[in-house]
């Protein structure tokens, strides 16, 4: 399924954020301007702690003016809504956490009515609010999603980057962080490390390996020592140490 377009039901832990101050809140909090989406927008975000270390990569859906959805993988909405909560002090918003069966369609050739854009949002990864495809479509394989991920370098949090990794870490930070807005927690050492250049101890790419490869392995790749984190056939991310 390297290249055809497949569908698969994927879960996903949705929390949604409602209340006069939801729009304004949620602002405070992600690293993405959210103040500026528009109904039926999504953009990828960061939710970071006050010492700039990685809590959550959620995806937000402006689904009305006040009212936003918050998909984060299986497992992790938990740790998501705690965090949210920790720093809701005398705002009007209210969060409440489902557990949802989407679908998830990947290799993406022409636009889907109704979808949600997935990943890098370049249209090549879509989700489905609901468990809904096309019947002409080819139904994947978890692997198969694994691999399309991948391929995207898109990481899996608690997987490629966790609790203690920082946003130069994850390589999304050019589509899940805005270097425009205004403060959130976090923000001090994003906008330090963008400004100086600064490279981070650990960085997380694509790299074809050898089929032998499994987790956890130490490779050498460019002259460059890193460990892979997540891995299907010769296709893997690897978080390389800092040179």
């Not at 698969?8 to 929390?15: H, K, Y």
């Not at 096309?134 to 370098?153: K, M, N, P």
């Not at 906008?191 to 050498?220: F, K, T, W």
Request: charged share 25%; with cysteine.
């Amino acid at each position: 399924m390297a290249t055809e377009t497949f569908w698969l039901p994927l879960q996903r832990d949705v929390i949604t954020a409602t209340g006069a101050d939801a729009r304004t809140y949620l602002h405070s909090q992600l690293s993405q301007d959210i103040a500026s989406m528009r109904v039926g927008e999504t953009r990828q975000s960061l939710l970071l702690q006050p010492t700039g270390k990685l809590d959550g990569i959620i995806r937000v859906t402006c689904v009305e003016g006040e009212t936003f959805i918050l998909d984060v993988d299986s497992g992790c909405g938990d740790a998501v809504l705690a965090r949210l909560n920790r720093f809701k002090i005398r705002v009007k918003v209210e969060l409440s956490l489902g557990r949802e069966l989407w679908t998830a369609v990947r290799n993406v050739a022409s636009p889907i009515s109704g979808s949600i854009p997935a990943w890098r949002c370049d249209g090549t990864a879509v989700d489905l609010r609901s468990e809904s495809h096309d019947a002409e479509l080819l139904q994947g394989s978890l692997e198969d999603y694994e691999e399309a991920r991948i391929i995207a370098a898109w990481p899996t949090m608690n997987v490629d980057v966790t609790e203690s990794s920082i946003p130069a870490e994850t390589g999304i930070t050019e589509i899940a962080v805005s270097f425009t807005k205004g403060c959130y927690p976090g923000q001090e050492l994003v906008e330090r490390m963008d400004s100086r250049g600064s490279i981070a101890p650990r960085q997380l790419r694509y790299v074809v390996v050898s089929n032998s490869s499994v987790v956890g392995q130490e490779i050498e790749h460019e002259g460059r020592l890193g460990i892979v984190t997540s891995i299907r056939g010769a296709h893997a991310l690897v978080a390389f140490k800092r040179a």
